[in-house]
T-cell receptor, first 111, second 113 residues
Framework: GDSVTQMEGPVTLSEEAFLTINCTYT??????LFWYVQYPGEGLQLLLK?????DKGSNKGFEATYRKETTSFHLEKGSVQVSDSAVYFC??????????FGAGTRLFVKA | EAQVTQNPRYLITVTGKKLTVTCSQN?????MSWYRQDPGLGLRQIYY???????DKGDVPEGYKVSRKEKRNFPLILESPSPNQTSLYFC????????????FGPGTRLTVT
């Protein structure tokens, strides 16, 4: 069945460091891929998405490219801020009505 | 304001006492879903609904019931809660299913003793 694997956390970075959170997926067909972010005490909210191969999603300085050849959707940001501290979830949504989420990666950014 | 609301936000109950967590959305979305979030396991889908009176099981449906009598509401029912249902629960909605952006409620933290 469909699945999502993302790097385990926590990830701890200093402010202005470069961020990469790896995400790979297994799916039949051509799913849409998402990154959601969860701030402390809140529900998830969409960070960015890509709906087909080679699409790049971007938002708030974060980027991820839908790589079909490597079945990956890695999240990157060039310079993280303390306010980026949160849990990040990679997810896929395919032809079925299900959405599959990864386990989440907690990010801590130190001032 | 477009939003998904859940009530209650926090609930402590005892084993076997039936409870309902309500969920409502004001975006006229067709698709609604319930997830539970547990440490190290991410979000797991409990049930989802493609439209009024149409529901289906997710990955962890045991011990839960749902109904979709109106488009905006999708309550989660625990007929006989057990301690292994202690978790953080999220309701979500989207235009049409998993390929679309989902909008999440603020969560309900449930403790079953």
């Amino acid at each position: 069945g469909d699945s999502v694997t993302q790097m385990e956390g926590p990830v701890t970075l200093s402010e202005e460091a470069f961020l990469t959170i790896n995400c790979t997926y297994t799916a039949t067909g051509y799913p849409s891929l998402f990154w959601y972010v969860q701030y402390p005490g809140e529900g998830l909210q969409l960070l960015l998405k890509a709906t087909k191969a080679d699409d790049k999603g971007s938002n708030k300085g974060f980027e991820a490219t839908y790589r079909k050849e490597t079945t990956s959707f890695h999240l990157e940001k060039g310079s993280v801020q303390v306010s980026d501290s949160a849990v990040y979830f990679c997810a896929l949504g395919g032809g079925s009505f299900k959405t599959i989420f990864g386990a989440g990666t907690r990010l801590f950014v130190k001032a | 304001e477009a939003q998904v609301t859940q009530n209650p936000r926090y609930l402590i109950t005892v084993t076997g006492k039936k409870l309902t967590v309500t969920c409502s959305q004001n975006m006229n979305h067709e698709y609604m879903s319930w997830y539970r979030q547990d440490p190290g396991l991410g979000l797991r889908q409990i049930y989802y609904s493609m439209n009024v009176e149409v529901t289906d099981k997710g990955d962890v449906p045991e011990g839960y019931k749902v109904s979709r009598k109106e488009k905006r509401n999708f309550p989660l029912i625990l007929e006989s809660p057990s301690p292994n249902q202690t978790s953080l629960y999220f309701c979500a909605s989207s235009l049409q299913g998993g390929a679309y952006e989902q909008y999440f409620g603020p969560g309900t933290r449930l403790t079953v003793t």
